[in-house]
């Protein structure tokens, strides 16, 4: 956080393509390209994990997992794993949206036989042997085959199925041998990947199952009680996640291994890494597992610097962003600000309370990182139709739209002021350089459906004037 820079917010699985998700082939290779014509120098992604049933990369199966569905198929049909008829099978028929149900159904099977003709390669077990918390879930995948797609919780037997294993041995090797590829073409660009840890991890997860003395569990596996936020900005009955909570204690006395061994592989996919309600670090909602919504939780202390320490030390020169929105407290700052981490600003809650909300571009310190929105965000379009009255006129007065009568070149204008802040590195997500609406928002939390599925095309990439973000980042010092 030296230098000034800028970057661009958007996940693997929007990226255009034929094959019914984003990937990491040729297409994610312009997309590189394209970043560093405009200036930025930092490309922004969500989880990589195997998301959950409703498609959140924020709940999943395993914190040490990779998503198959990034796997390129053109490059396995280079690699002579697939043939042309299984790739032109694997068409996608609608280049604007992620075929999740198309995906669960067929992308696995086909990877099957992508494996089976990989064969037993000693690189898959060599990345096996190096990366054991991903073996585990592999592993824990082939023993949720075997019973059926039960919960752990609710497994009869301990034969793993072992086609299964290898199927998904391959595909974490595979998707991570991508990946690297991709990562070292965009650091030879000049661009730099920001990935995403989510705080918590799923009940049904490889995580808990393997590591069930450091989580809150009850005598059958379940959660005793579970995460969630309080009522928020977001929700009014706050947001009951319903994963199981950490024994800290636990935690401490296993020297706190599960997280800086996490830490430190998602410090070999990515160059910085945004830590998902980092408040919970210094105090964690609390929810009975009995509840059925958030509005009954308490505060408990979380482990503090004694981790952030660690987790420093396993990141090395990883740059560690921490997202401290939400309910903030005088001791979530004070951690912060011991921590070194640059914290998160973003504009929309900026126009929430006066002059003085921290997230109004005039209060953006250096030692941050500022968003016109992030992934749970609405657009910024959307965002600015949505106001009311009052709000707006704040907002266009703010960036100096006196006449309330012309105001439509108003999104260049917050986008400009963004980049001209105080802020270290500033982010936009790609609908605020597409400049689209609601209609494209990736996520809108509290809810279950209809999320995590919007894509796009290189036609739509080709709108956005490229040379006028490469103009700003270069007036205001970030390319």
């Known amino acids: 956080m030296n230098n000034r820079s800028s970057g661009v917010l958007m996940h693997v699985s929007t990226l255009p393509g034929e094959y019914s998700c984003g990937a990491l082939g040729e297409e994610a290779r312009r997309w590189v390209d394209r970043v560093r014509a405009m200036g930025f120098t930092w490309w922004q992604v969500l989880p990589f994990c195997l998301p959950d049933e409703v498609n959140s990369p924020y709940k999943s199966y395993s914190a040490f997992s990779l998503n198959p569905y990034f796997i390129d198929l053109p490059t396995l049909l280079g690699q002579g794993l697939i043939t042309q008829e299984e790739l032109d099978a694997a068409r996608q028929g609608t280049p604007w949206l992620c075929e999740f149900e198309r995906l669960a159904k067929e992308r696995l099977p086909l990877l099957a036989k992508a494996a089976e003709r990989a064969g037993d390669m000693p690189e898959i077990r060599a990345f096996l042997k190096a990366h054991p918390h991903t073996e585990r879930f592999c592993r824990f995948m082939a023993l949720k085959a075997a019973n059926g797609g039960l919960e752990w919780q609710r497994w009869e037997t301990d034969a793993a199925d072992e086609s299964t294993y290898r199927t998904w041995a391959f595909t974490q090797y595979e998707c991570f041998r991508q990946w690297q590829e991709l990562r070292a073409y965009a650091n030879e660009k000049g661009v730099k990947i920001i990935g995403d840890m989510p705080i918590y991890v799923s009940s049904d997860s490889a995580d808990v199952w393997a590591n ?268």
């Open 212 to 479: 069930k003395d450091l989580f809150k569990l009850n005598k059958k596996g379940y959660p005793a009680d579970v995460a969630g936020v309080p009522p928020d900005y977001f929700a009014e009955d706050g947001q009951l996640w319903g994963n199981p909570l950490y024994d800290w204690k636990a935690m401490k006395d296993a020297g706190y291994k599960w997280w800086t061994d996490r830490m430190r592989f998602t410090a070999e996919l990515v160059d910085g890494v945004r830590i998902d309600h980092f408040r919970a670090f210094e105090s964690y909602y609390c929810i009975k597992a009995a509840e059925t919504t958030a509005k009954n939780g308490k505060w408990k202390k979380g482990p503090g610097m004694e981790l952030i320490g660690l987790l420093k030390k396993a990141a090395k020169d990883t740059l560690i962003i921490a997202e401290d929105l939400g309910d903030i407290t005088k001791e979530v700052r004070a951690l912060v600000e011991e921590s070194g981490f640059p914290g998160m600003r973003v504009l929309q809650f900026g126009f929430l309370s006066d002059a003085s909300n921290p997230h109004l571009p005039h209060n953006y310190r250096e030692n941050c990182v500022a968003y016109t929105g992030t992934h749970d965000n609405e657009t910024l379009l959307g965002y600015v139709w949505s106001l009311s009255a009052s709000q707006k006129k704040w907002l266009l007065d703010y960036f100096g739209y006196a006449n309330l009568d012309d105001w439509n070149g108003c999104y260049d204008t917050i986008l400009r002021q963004m980049l001209m802040s105080h802020a270290s590195l500033v982010i936009f997500p790609i609908q605020d350089l597409l400049l689209y609406g609601s209609d494209t928002r990736l996520n809108k939390p509290g809810t279950a459906e209809g999320n995590w599925a919007i894509r796009f095309t290189e036609g739509q990439f080709d709108t956005i004037n490229g040379g006028k973000f490469a103009s700003w980042n270069g007036l205001y010092g970030r390319s």
